[in-house]
């Protein structure tokens, strides 16, 4: 998942803590072993090897997968998981590690438009055929529905909560004060926080970021980001250069920001069925609110440069 994973335990003793730590590492490695792209005998990998033909597939991957899909449903497309070969073709084809230290030539992949209307699920066979030329990368929404899983783990704590890579879920009691607070970060200087999220009900307790400076890599005279315009294959350029979307699952909230930034920020609006809300920053640096569902579910608290309340 390319992310450091940290968990608070509010109410819990230190065996519990210990025990919880151990595991989610091994429901990490776990996750892993099913959706990584970069392990080539991941269920994920042998699928995409597969394309044209069925390949036998995990009740749980069809968890996943089940829900990609019907993100790309609900958002037209804006969210799309057959994104992979361009994402290979700019550059970014392992492990991010080590994405800087290949100075091989990107290249252009415009999706095929209806692959992923056109995969195939036997249920009762239990397998799924992608069409020739497609291959996926669940990224976010997997991650997301990691996190969903661990907190679903952990729920009967007084309270918690898990952040992997800035997308993250509180639930219960804060470790201080009368409400989870979560800062979001400016996307031009990665030192500051741009403004506070007080959570104020569980309706909005997933927060999921996307942002433009995030994973980026180069390549000759090009700076390239990994989030893809599914249209165009190419990074996507638009209004918005970050997105925090506030949803009751974080798999809602990671489909959210895709959908907002891939969108270009056309019509700033959120299906009323996802999330409770969004925040954007745009190219102007002003700090912008997309109501959602359950708008009273959070307040937001702006900052100033100094880090003050502005």
């Known amino acids: 998942m390319g992310s450091r994973i940290e968990l608070i335990t509010v109410g819990v003793d230190d ?7 151990a595991a989610a590492r091994e429901f990490a490695e776990d996750w892993e072993e099913q959706f990584s792209r970069f392990r080539p005998r ?15 597939v995990s009740a749980g991957f069809l968890v996943v997968l089940d829900a990609a899909l019907a993100a790309y449903e609900r958002t037209g497309g804006l969210f799309d998981p057959s994104i992979l070969p361009s994402l290979t073709a700019l550059g970014y084809d392992r492990d991010f590690r080590e994405v800087s230290a290949n100075s091989g030539p990107a290249r252009r992949i415009v999706p095929e ?43 009967a704590w007084p309270g918690g909560s898990i952040n992997a890579g800035g997308d993250l879920r509180v639930w219960g009691e804060p470790p ?15 030192d500051r926080e741009r403004c506070l999220l007080s959570i104020l009900d569980p309706a909005a307790g997933a ?13 000759g005279t090009e700076r390239y980001h990994h989030l893809i315009d599914p249209a165009t294959g ?23 920001t895709k ?7 056309r019509g700033m609006s959120l299906n009323p069925a996802d999330a409770s809300g969004a925040v954007v920053i745009d190219v102007t640096g002003t700090l912008l609110v997309v109501p959602g569902r359950f708008p009273d579910a959070f307040a937001i608290h702006p900052l100033d440069s100094d880090g003050r309340a502005a």
């Open 113 to 155: 438009p209806g692959l992923v209307e056109r995969i195939a699920i036997d249920r009762r066979a239990g397998t799924v055929t992608l069409p020739p030329g497609c291959a996926l990368d669940f990224g976010g929404i997997a991650k997301g529905i990691f996190v969903d899983r661990l907190v679903e783990r952990f729920a």
């Open 259 to 265: 959908a907002l930034l891939v969108s270009g920020g």
């Open 234 to 256: 190419l990074p996507v350029l638009g209004r918005i250069v970050s997105a925090t979307a506030l949803a009751p699952d974080l798999a809602t909230a990671e489909v959210a």
């Open 15 to 21: 065996v519990a803590a210990d025990q919880a730590l």
């Open 207 to 219: 927060i999921a970021t996307s942002a433009m400076n995030r994973h980026v890599w180069q390549r």
């Open 42 to 56: 991941s269920e994920l990998s042998r699928l995409n090897e597969s394309a044209g033909r069925a390949a036998p």
């Open 176 to 190: 201080d004060g009368d409400r989870w607070v979560v800062g979001i970060e400016d996307p031009v200087d990665a």
